[in-house]
């Protein structure tokens, strides 16, 4: 693993001159600076701030650029997955992204939008990476995108201009992925076989997402049989059916049920596998950058941190972002609004992307194709595997509605000693029953929308 003086030393003799490189033979750099990050922001990754003074025809001009490493040891890096998770992002952004511009470019269309929806991209490399260190290392440098106006949206409740911008990037991102397949499948199988799989089960049952979701359970159920009575007032029998059924299937490994949402989605012998393509895999507020206009609404939006990437249903993206970032209060009027937004801005991308492809898919086959992925069809796939969110929010949630002081101890103790039981009763303790109270709303609305009936 690369110590933090190896990273600083990489920057120096190797980094700055690659991103120096991207502004062209006629630029000169006059001067740069390097700033170690300290803040919450680099839970898993280690990360720094170079400022760039270069002249381009004469004119001045000041690049603020992000890089991001991997950090931890050798063991936190194998347990928490980094590997596999810096690896897929590496693949994001020097591949998958910009297979979905030539999608667009050879459909003669803007070929800029999805530029649009990341930062600009300097350098991307896992691996090898020459002059830091033996081992395999991440290295991502992006542009800072503070210096254009654009900020993380509040800590707890996003306004409905927030959510619709969300809807409105990850809409025609997974469209993109379908259009791939069906219009390059020999790249889409390409990206495919690029993107490592991460199985929420691990073998040593160890790993990363059994010690947080086991954490999670025990937290979930404690909660239920201390409030029961309270909890299940006004709500039909079904309801506390559907929990001991879940708790009957999946406490001794919660792990298995979203093993089985992750993979049974895009197995060949379901009629809705068509529904799975590349994810975002951890679409959520603290991974967004907002943009506003002159009226303080959002005006534009970019995504970051594609480290939970997987090939999966997109039900994962939705399920995760809807329930952590939609109120409790008026959830059910929002959540049916902004699933017809996400739907009608992913056809809408579709279809113009295939409609530009006459050589390749006549009106009929773009018609059939179009009504494969109608939102009653969409609904239906997404009703099977929604749980997905609820289950991440059991975990995640408490994290959100704590202290930053207890954030950052508990992502301590998550670098540091993620088996031991301090993380373990941090980890029940954090947010306190206003967290429990807002975790059990989630499985309270998936019940009554049917997405426990696949459990």
Sequence with gaps: MS?????????????????????????????????????????????????????????????VVLVKFMKGTEEFRETSNSYIQFSNEIFAYAEILPAYENVLRTSHLESDVVKNWIPRCYFARFGQVEG???????????????????????????????????????????ALGYATKILQPNVHARLRAGVLDMPFVSSSGKGVFDVLYRVAFDRFYEFYDRQKEQLLQGADSGFEVAIERLREKYFKQPTLLL?????NSFAEDQPDSHFATFLHGDYNRNNVLFHYGTDDKVDAIRTIDFQELRFSTTAIDLSFFMYMNTPSEGRDELYADLLRKYHRSMIEMLELVLRRNRNELTDDRVDQLLQEFSFERFNAHFKRYAFYGPMVCMHFLPWL??????????????????????????????????ANQEIFKTVRHAYEHGYMDAI
């Design 259 to 263: 093993e089985r949402i992750r993979t």
């Design 132 to 174: 830091l260190g033996n081992g395999r290392e991440s290295v991502l440098a992006l542009k800072h995108l503070k210096g254009d106006g654009y900020e993380l949206g509040p800590r707890l409740t996003l306004r409905r201009d927030h959510l619709e911008a969300m809807v409105g990037l990850v809409g025609p991102y997974h």
């Design 3 to 63: 110590t933090q003086q190896q990273q600083l030393d990489y920057i120096e003799r190797h980094l700055v001159y690659e991103i120096f490189k991207d502004f062209g033979p006629n630029a000169s750099l006059e001067s740069h600076s390097v700033e170690c990050s300290n803040g919450l922001d680099g839970f898993m990754s280690a990360l720094y701030t170079i400022t760039l003074d270069v002249v381009i025809a004469e004119r001045k001009r000041t690049e």
């Design 401 to 434: 509605l704590s202290s930053e002081k207890d954030c950052a101890e508990l992502s301590r103790l998550f670098e540091t000693d993620m088996h031991g039981p301090a993380f373990h009763q941090l980890s029940l303790d954090i947010g306190g029953d206003v």
